[in-house]
Nanobody, 133 residues
Framework: QVHLEESGGGSVQAGQSLRLSCLIS????????MGWFRQAPGKEREGVAA???????SYSSSLKSRFTISRDKAKNTLYLQMDTLKPEDTGMYYC???????????????????????????WGQGTQVTVSS
C-alpha cells in the first residue's frame, strides 16, 4: 500500500524559509513523477514543482526562482525548499506521486491539476504553510 506523509509546514514571517518533506512508502514504480502542489483557501489546487524518476525537474514559472524540489531515493523522501516566502504562499501543501509522468508547465498551461492525476495518483494529506507579513 502506497503512503505519502508530508511534514515541515508551519507559520513563518515573510522572507523566511521552510523545507517540506514527504516520506513515501510502498511506492515501487521506477518511472513517472513526484511533485508538490498547494491549495489556498477558496482556490483550486495548483502545481508547484515536479521531479521525474531520472531527476529532471519542472516548476510553476512564478515559483521557480524561490522553490527547489529534490529527492533522496535512499530515504524515500521528497523535499521542497521554499525561500523568501510571501503571504501569497500560504496554503496546504501536498505531495503526490504517479507512475505517469507529469510536468508543471503543462499543468500550469492547463490551468488546473488533471483529473487523472487527482484520481489515479497517490497523494498525501497535506501540511499547512502560513506566511504572515
Amino acid at each position: 500500500q502506497v503512503h505519502l506523509e508530508e511534514s515541515g509546514g508551519g507559520s513563518v514571517q515573510a522572507g523566511q524559509s521552510l523545507r517540506l518533506s514527504c516520506l513515501i512508502s510502498g511506492y515501487t514504480y521506477n518511472r513517472g513523477s513526484m511533485g508538490w502542489f498547494r491549495q489556498a483557501p477558496g482556490k483550486e489546487r495548483e502545481g508547484v514543482a515536479a521531479i521525474d524518476d531520472d531527476g529532471s525537474t519542472s516548476y510553476s514559472s512564478s515559483l521557480k526562482s524561490r522553490f527547489t524540489i529534490s529527492r533522496d531515493k535512499a530515504k524515500n523522501t521528497l523535499y521542497l525548499q521554499m525561500d523568501t516566502l510571501k503571504p501569497e504562499d500560504t496554503g496546504m501543501y501536498y505531495c503526490a506521486a504517479s507512475p505517469r509522468a507529469f510536468h508543471m508547465i503543462a499543468i500550469q498551461n492547463l490551468g488546473h491539476v488533471p483529473q487523472s492525476l487527482l484520481e489515479s495518483g497517490y497523494w498525501g494529506q497535506g501540511t499547512q504553510v502560513t506566511v504572515s507579513s
